[in-house]
Nanobody, 120 residues
Framework: QVQLVESGGGLVQPGGSLRLSCAASGFTFSMFAMSWYRQAPGKERELVAT????????NYADSVKGRFTISRDNAKNTVFLQMNSLKPEDTAVYYCNAAWKVLLTTRNYWGQGTQVTVSS
């Protein structure tokens, strides 16, 4: 059974920091690119950050560049999202995603999400 379990969300003040974790199981973690998405009330889900299967390359949404850092530990089957200088606009449910694409085959797994609230 494939599982992606996010943790680390919570309530923080503007300018604060938070570190999200996503623990994966049930698939070959090291073969999957990992991403963090977020969805705020009334808005569509948006891609926040992506890291390649080996961790050799990362990409970020413009809104979080310089503030967020995605990383992974393949030995622990875990991906992280370090969030610094948080803003109220970062408030959302954050979801962990695993993606694998080869030829016509695709795999996409999702976690249940963790709430991040940035407010004074």
């Amino acid at each position: 059974q494939v599982q992606l379990v996010e943790s680390g969300g919570g309530l923080v003040q503007p300018g604060g920091s938070l570190r999200l974790s996503c623990a994966a199981s049930g698939f070959t973690f090291s073969m999957f690119a990992m991403s963090w998405y977020r969805q705020a009330p009334g808005k569509e889900r948006e891609l926040v950050a992506t890291i390649t299967s080996t961790g050799g390359s990362t990409n970020y949404a413009d809104s979080v560049k310089g503030r967020f850092t995605i990383s992974r530990d393949n030995a622990k089957n875990t991906v992280f999202l370090q969030m610094n200088s948080l803003k109220p606009e970062d408030t959302a449910v954050y979801y962990c995603n695993a993606a694998w694409k080869v030829l016509l085959t695709t795999r996409n797994y999702w976690g249940q999400g963790t709430q991040v609230t940035v407010s004074s």
